[in-house]
């Protein structure tokens, strides 16, 4: 039987990179990491009610990847009696930290920074095991309009829910998890600094307002949800003026404050019960290009780069012709040497504290797969974990494919992918994991 208490155990550890780092994010950044504005964070929650035991990890960083994930899990394992499948890995997407995503065109990442990486998160899944301590959680609930926006659609709908768990203890509130669904990229190209951006300011305000909690934050289903700029407005140039740490800080602060509105007018408390289910699922690419058509598009991108140079195209136009033309040689010689996956695994993970519950979303997945879940367990309190337990890229719902754009036609070259994921994609994982949670 088990027992009727839940308990908490808190970790925080530094992973800024150093100097000179390439950082991840964006293809028009000239430069690597030059100084830090604030240090980048890993921060563990580990949850134990006498039968289940689970780490949930997040990392300012901009994604983690399953080969990432398993390092991590396999050092855990060498410190503590947690399962593989029970070790939960997220990424707040900040673009102000390395690059660290294997695979893609984006930075490479460094491999020693990857390796401190890895025992610095196996270290603190340890630290967090063994302080234990019996917790009250509270789930509370918000809205805050005013810093997520559509960045496909001017003024277009938006999930602004903002969820919160306030964990309590004998001496006070000892964590606070908060999920949004918004890209960290207050801060643009321009930007050398490591800063977790407007996540950074949110978890400030908030630690300054309830001293001894630790601030932990959960990006949402936010590919398609940034504070107010077109994807392709950070390639050319012309996002605006706004891209600065006092607009982080502004909005960050703004969401703080629907954060405590949630905390402070949370009042039952959840049952201490902690369920976990996972499994793995496969989603399918559209049809792969030969190693000749892979040949004219690393032709078609080099004639674009020369033109680019010529005309005068802006440094991040020019950067992504030639990543792009690297990107179709890489594609050609795969395809030549072992061919092309087809196939991509993804793990799936749903969980719940009392009826909290928790869906893992490995990617950049638009906002509408949030307000799918949350449609089909209506009366239920969800949090949406994007950019959790892998990090395949962008995933539209069906009609976006209708209208195109960067996150449809670009981006998963910059993930390394040979060609899109396929229609339907999206509403396979919701559906994945609204079957999971009835198991």
Known sequence: M????L????????????????????????????????????????????????ALVMTDLIGVDAALISEVRQAAAKLTEIPGERIIIGAIHTHAGPAVLRGGFLGKPDESYLSFLVQSLAGAIYQADKQQEPVKAFHGRSECPLVGK???????????????????????????????????????????????????????????LYPGALVVFANGAAGNINTGHQA?????????????????????????????????????????????????ITLSVEKIPSPEE???????????????????????????????AEWAEAMKTRSERHGLKTKIPLELTVFSIGDCEFYTLPGEFFFEFGLMLKQARKGKSLFILGY????????????????????????????????????????????????????
């Open 150 to 208: 559509n960045r496909r659609q001017l003024g277009g709908p938006t999930d602004p829910e903002v969820s919160v768990l306030c964990f309590k203890g004998e001496m006070g509130t000892k964590a606070i998890l908060v999920n949004y669904a918004c890209h960290p990229v207050v801060l643009g190209p321009d930007n050398l600094l490591v800063s977790a951006d407007y996540p950074y300011y949110l978890r400030e305000t908030l630690s300054s």
């Open 294 to 324: 892979y040949a004219k598009m690393k032709l078609d991108w080099d004639k674009k780069y020369q033109e680019l140079k010529k005309t005068g195209g802006s440094y991040g136009e020019t950067q992504e012709a030639l990543l792009m």
């Open 388 to 439: 959790t337990n892998g990090c395949i890229g962008y995933v539209a719902p069906e009609p976006a494919y209708d209208e195109g754009g960067y996150e449809l036609t670009d981006s998963y070259r910059y993930y390394g992918l040979p060609t899109g994921l396929q229609r339907g994609s999206g509403e396979k994982v919701v559906q994945s994991l609204l079957a999971l949670r009835r198991l």
């Open 232 to 280: 392709r407005a950070s390639i050319n140039g012309t996002s605006g003026n706004k891209r600065t740490f006092a607009e982080a800080q502004r909005l960050g602060r703004i969401l703080a404050g629907e954060v405590m509105k949630a905390v402070e007018t949370a009042s039952e408390a959840l049952a201490p019960f902690l369920k976990v289910d996972s499994r793995m």
């Open 7 to 54: 308990m908490l155990g808190t970790a925080k550890v530094d992973i800024t990179p150093p100097l000179g780092a390439e950082m991840g994010g964006f293809v028009a950044r000239q430069g690597t990491v030059s100084g830090v504005h604030d240090r980048l964070t890993a921060y563990v929650l580990v949850f134990c009610d006498g039968d289940e035991k689970l």
């Open 2 to 5: 088990k027992q009727q208490t």
